[in-house]
């Protein structure tokens, strides 16, 4: 086996386990995606349950039109069926029109030596829907500007979109019963700052 089958093997979920079943990925208008382009990852077959018991309303929220299951995963396939995850859709950011992954804005941030903990939410906007907002805990005695770390980002060759607009920098950030950050809370936090009017 070669250095790169083992990276996609180590790397991903590998293609679909059953003959019947099909996956795709699709954007958030519900339309299919081209091969290696992150979006939702939809399923239908044999594996996948019909739906929720006389609830049709519920059932139009986890199916599309044509009768997959959406997952909630965001993925990319590639060319040779094989899927890769790369987060949630509740882990993103819908920026006029574009969906960014908080995810991996997290992972840039997290890169910076004076970070100790962060969380990226959607903070919502007027014109474009969401900008992005990051929750920052410093390391004990390390300064760290809202300036310094979009720096640190650009360096990093950060896009434009993955680039946040406002810094919130507090002592801890709020976590969950099973121990992940707890981004409704700071969105209802931000909202609070941002006296908005939901």
Same mark, same amino acid.
């Given at each position: 086996?070669?250095?790169?089958?083992?990276?996609?093997?180590?790397?991903?979920?590998?293609?679909?386990?059953?003959?019947?079943?099909?996956?795709?990925?699709?954007?958030?208008?519900?339309?299919?995606? =081209?091969?290696?382009?992150?979006?939702?990852?939809?399923?239908?077959?044999?594996?996948?349950?019909?739906?929720?018991?006389?609830? =049709?309303?519920?059932?139009?929220?986890?199916?599309?039109?044509?009768?997959?299951?959406?997952?909630?995963?965001?993925?990319?396939?590639?060319?040779?069926?094989?899927?890769?995850?790369?987060?949630?859709?509740?882990?993103?950011?819908?920026?006029?029109?574009?969906?960014?992954?908080?995810?991996?804005?997290?992972?840039?941030?997290?890169?910076? =030596?004076?970070?100790?903990?962060?969380?990226?939410?959607?903070?919502?906007?007027?014109?474009?829907?969401?900008?992005?907002?990051?929750?920052?805990?410093?390391?004990?005695?390390?300064?760290?500007?809202?300036?310094?770390?979009?720096?640190?980002?650009?360096?990093?060759?950060?896009?434009?979109?993955?680039?946040?607009?406002?810094?919130?920098?507090?002592?801890?950030? =709020?976590?969950?019963?099973?121990?992940?950050?707890?981004?409704?809370?700071?969105?209802?936090?931000?909202?609070?700052?941002?006296?908005?009017?939901?």
């Amino acid at each position: 086996m070669t250095a790169i089958a083992r990276t996609i093997v180590c790397t991903t979920v590998g293609r679909k386990d059953c003959p019947y079943s099909d996956f795709k990925v699709i954007n958030q208008y519900g339309e299919e995606v =081209p091969p290696g382009t992150e979006g939702e990852l939809v399923t239908k077959g044999p594996t996948i349950f019909t739906g929720y018991f006389k609830s =049709p309303d519920d059932n139009a929220q986890i199916f599309t039109n044509d009768g997959y299951y959406k997952t909630g995963d965001l993925a990319r396939i590639d060319e040779a069926g094989i899927i890769t995850l790369t987060g949630r859709i509740k882990e993103t950011i819908l920026r006029g029109g574009e969906t960014i992954s908080a995810i991996g804005i997290e992972r840039l941030i997290n890169s910076h =030596p004076a970070v100790a903990d962060v969380a990226v939410i959607g903070m919502p906007d007027k014109d474009l829907g969401e900008r992005i907002c990051a929750y920052i805990v410093r390391k004990a005695g390390m300064a760290l500007t809202h300036e310094e770390m979009v720096a640190h980002l650009k360096k990093l060759g950060a896009s434009v979109m993955q680039l946040p607009e406002r810094t919130e920098f507090v002592e801890s950030i =709020p976590s969950t019963s099973v121990g992940k950050a707890d981004k409704k809370m700071l969105k209802q936090d931000i909202v609070t700052k941002l006296n908005y009017a939901v």
